[in-house]
């Protein structure tokens, strides 16, 4: 309206910052839309046996050009030597997971920084692991994460355009499948996140 009215001019400047806002906003708003998918009562989860290393793997590489854009370096290596871990769950959701946890990692990690994805097997669990490097969390901070709406205001912080619903969700997802998901400080600086899930025999 400002620009209509001729109090700004629509300079490339503005206009970039006026697209930025605007993909914040659709960020916003996919995220509430995936918040009250989630909410709903007659929410369903279509489980079934699958290989958990080749969702996430899938995830990572639709993700290439977003962690080109940041210049991340991601290793993720360790997926592959796991092999198959088959698990109950609902393919959608795992990717929806997933695809919260890179963007999480693409949003917040300082460009040009580094992000290392483990997998830990045993005979019953697959434990998944995903560090970043800095910006960190401070420790009264971490678990404030999982809150909806909650938001680091410094280093992992607004100016990146989060909604503060990304890790909330997550956190309905892995629970909905019976699994575990915890944050904790990052060995290379930021923020690692930890989801254990069962196998199946």
């Known amino acids: 309206l400002a620009v209509q009215d ?18 914040n906003l659709s960020h916003i708003v996919d995220d509430l839309a995936q918040l009250a998918q989630t909410d709903s009562v007659n929410l369903t989860y279509n489980n079934a046996r699958i290989d958990l290393i080749t969702i996430f793997e899938q995830s990572i590489e639709n993700y290439t050009a977003r962690f080109k854009e940041r210049e991340l370096n991601v290793d993720s290596k360790s997926l592959a ?9 609902d393919k959608e959701r795992l990717v929806q997971l997933f695809s919260n946890l890179l963007e999480n990692t693409c949003r917040y990690t300082h460009k040009g920084g580094q992000v290392i994805i483990l997998a ?47 890790l909330a969700l997550c956190k309905q997802i892995v629970e909905a499948h019976g699994g575990q998901i915890s944050l904790h400080n990052s060995p290379l600086g930021g ?11």
């Open 6 to 23: 001729g109090v700004f001019t629509a300079d490339t400047k503005r206009i970039n910052l006026l697209i930025n806002q605007v993909d």
């Open 81 to 89: 030597k796991a092999g198959k871990c088959i698990i109950n769950g």
């Open 120 to 166: 830990n097997k045993t005979p019953n669990n697959i434990e998944l692991i995903l560090q970043d490097s800095a910006p960190s969390v401070l420790p009264n901070d971490l678990q404030k994460l999982f809150e909806r709406f909650y938001r680091v205001e410094k280093s992992r912080s607004r100016e990146h355009g989060g909604s503060g619903l990304g």
């Open 191 to 201: 923020l690692e996140v930890k989801i254990t899930l069962a196998l199946l025999g």
